[in-house]
């Protein structure tokens, strides 16, 4: 069985407080250099595309509240504090009044609607993490009111997730695709660091912004090199001969032997990121039958899963949301069980069956578990013809029933520690491949909808929990997925890089601008 790629990616109050200033007292010096297995496909807010667009913007731009390195409760970042309505449908935003982009111009209220406006016109994705977001208007120069169609409470969380661009910078390119043409390869942003190089295909390099609004607090890297980097070995061979800093995409083996080594350490953050195998409930064949998903559920082994392929860095999935957070339902879906399993197989006469499985073999975690339930159904009389392919094809694949899979296999990277990011995302039918979203089993329960609307919804973090718990029971009846794993983040890095803490609160990221090397 192949070894996996550990990729990493849980819940948050309301909070309303104002920002102290930073002090300006640091020591902002040296390179950081980061290898990564995947080109960032542009720069583009709107547009972040994979991991590495993700762990880019954090460093180079602001949004209004942000998740400190660390912390899963957020804080202000360009708003000093917020009001909510008693309605829960208008939020009241304060900004400061001292932020700079990166051209010197000042960032007011203006830029904030601009840019949510502009993510409408755009048909963002990143949209779908605001729920039923409306409109925004400015209220003056520093005051942003926006309105919601209905409650929601992950709104603020959401928000960190929307960076703010420069209306002066951008507007001008708005007849290039809403923006996106010039965004892609520029940034109009107010964050800690600049982008001075981007070669997409194999470096973009950041300097330290001398001028940063928000000074610097302790020690700092003024340069951060971003290294594209795709075979795991290579990245390895750079890590031990002082290439590179940080290699997040090592092998679990090559992980397990630096934790032995010197001059190396290995950092293991939480597990917040669930992959799962995605059934075609809407399909005309079997797959479209819940008892042959009841059977399809017992046919995979997650214990020897997190013990062999992910070598135990990760929790042990027992339904489709991490143990630790908030609503989670202990067991709501079936254990392994095989011979359960070929039980339903032989009174169905559903032996001789053959099925098609989707995954992307460039992941060795996604590889090993597809290994794994093709040896478990062949077992029981079941064939699984597996086809590997790239993300972009694999998407594509989804919006169409006549092109799906019968399973497919996909991370849910949520956007936010709140259990919406997840449950919504992956459950919700509105969020069907079909629509363009990450529901890949196309399934749909109204009842399902019903609890995550009403959960989305309230502001009582009790009564979206017992929501919650209660549609992962429903979900869980259906079988609509096995949740195949909760890999931790495991990263491996030398140990002259200071500061490191894995961010549980952003995509797949680590707040690089907190960091400094010896």
């Known amino acids: 069985?192949?070894?996996?790629?550990?990729?990493?990616?849980?819940?948050?109050?309301?909070?309303?407080?104002?920002?102290?200033?930073?002090?300006?007292?640091?020591?902002?010096?040296?390179?950081?250099?980061?290898?990564?297995?995947?080109?960032?496909?542009?720069?583009?807010?709107?547009?972040?595309?994979?991991?590495?667009?993700?762990?880019?913007?954090?460093?180079?731009?602001?949004?209004?509240?942000?998740?400190?390195?660390?912390?899963?409760?957020?804080?202000?970042?360009?708003?000093?504090?917020?009001?909510?309505?008693?309605?829960?449908?208008?939020?009241?935003?304060?900004?400061?009044?001292?932020?700079?982009?990166?051209?010197?111009?000042?960032?007011?209220?203006?830029?904030?609607?601009?840019?949510?406006?502009?993510?409408?016109?755009?048909?963002?994705?990143?949209?779908?993490?605001?729920?039923?977001?409306?409109?925004?208007?400015?209220?003056?120069?520093?005051?942003?009111?926006?309105?919601?169609?209905?409650?929601?409470?992950?709104?603020?969380?959401?928000?960190?997730?929307?960076?703010?661009?420069?209306?002066?910078?951008?507007?001008?390119?708005?007849?290039?695709?809403?923006?996106?043409?010039?965004?892609?390869?520029?940034?109009?942003?107010?964050?800690?660091?600049?982008?001075?190089?981007?070669?997409?295909?194999?470096?973009?390099?950041?300097?330290?912004?001398?001028?940063?609004?928000?000074?610097?607090?302790?020690?700092?890297?003024?340069?951060?090199?971003?290294?594209?980097?795709?075979?795991?070995?290579?990245?390895?061979?750079?890590?031990?001969?002082?290439?590179?800093?940080?290699?997040?995409?090592?092998?679990?083996?090559?992980?397990?032997?630096?934790?032995?080594?010197d001059g190396f350490r290995v950092d293991i953050g939480a597990a917040a990121t669930p992959l799962y195998f995605q059934f075609n409930t809407s399909s005309d064949g079997l797959v479209g039958n819940s008892s042959f998903r009841k059977m399809l559920a017992q046919t995979f082994d997650r214990k020897l899963h997190l013990d062999y392929v992910l070598q135990g860095f990760g929790a042990m999935p027992d339904g489709p949301l991490p143990p630790d957070w908030m609503g989670h339902s202990v067991g709501t879906e079936l254990p392994f069980n095989l011979a359960a399993a070929k039980e339903l197989v032989d009174q169905n006469g559903w032996a001789g069956t053959t099925l098609k499985v989707r995954y992307l073999p460039a992941i060795e975690e996604e590889q090993a578990a597809v290994e794994q339930l093709q040896s478990n159904l062949s077992q029981i009389g079941i064939k699984l013809e597996a086809e590997g392919m790239t993300w972009p094809a694999q998407a594509s694949t989804v919006q169409d029933l006549a092109t799906t899979s019968d399973i497919n296999m996909i991370y849910n990277f949520p956007s936010f520690p709140d259990p919406h990011a997840i449950l919504n995302t992956s459950f919700n039918t509105k969020n069907t491949g079909f629509n363009g979203g990450y529901n890949w089993a196309q399934y749909s329960n109204s009842e399902v909808d019903v609890l995550l609307n009403e959960a989305a919804s309230s502001a009582d973090q009790n009564e979206r929990a017992m929501l919650y718990a209660k549609a992962q029971k429903m979900i869980g009846a259906d079988y609509p997925v096995i949740t195949v794993s909760l890999p931790g983040s495991v990263v491996a890095m030398s140990d002259a890089v200071k500061g490191y803490t894995y961010s549980v609160a952003h995509h797949q990221t680590f707040n690089y601008m907190d960091i400094a090397v010896d």
């Open 1 to 261: 069985m192949k070894i996996c790629k550990i990729l990493a990616s849980a819940f948050t109050a309301f909070s309303v407080s104002v920002v102290v200033p930073f002090t300006a007292i640091a020591d902002v010096s040296g390179t950081l250099i980061i290898a990564e297995n995947e080109t960032p496909e542009n720069l583009d807010p709107a547009n972040a595309t994979n991991s590495t667009v993700n762990q880019l913007l954090v460093g180079v731009y602001d949004a209004l509240v942000q998740f400190k390195a660390g912390e899963t409760s957020v804080s202000p970042q360009l708003a000093t504090n917020w009001q909510v309505s008693e309605n829960g449908l208008q939020y009241t935003f304060n900004l400061r009044n001292d932020v700079k982009f990166h051209d010197g111009s000042s960032l007011t209220a203006h830029d904030v609607v601009f840019t949510l406006n502009r993510l409408q016109a755009a048909s963002a994705a990143v949209l779908n993490d605001m729920g039923p977001y409306k409109s925004a208007k400015a209220m003056g120069d520093y005051t942003v009111e926006m309105t919601l169609d209905a409650p929601f409470g992950p709104f603020i969380s959401a928000l960190s997730r929307i960076y703010i661009v420069s209306k002066q910078q951008v507007e001008p390119h708005m007849s290039d695709d809403n923006g996106r043409g010039w965004l892609a390869v520029n940034a109009a942003a107010s964050g800690p660091y600049k982008v001075s190089t981007y070669k997409p295909t194999e470096v973009v390099t950041l300097n330290a912004s001398e001028d940063y609004w928000g000074g610097w607090d302790g020690d700092h890297v003024a340069e951060v090199v971003f290294r594209y980097i795709s075979e795991p070995s290579t990245q390895l061979a750079l890590l031990k001969s002082g290439e590179v800093h940080i290699a997040p995409d090592i092998t679990v083996q090559d992980k397990l032997s630096l934790m032995q080594a």
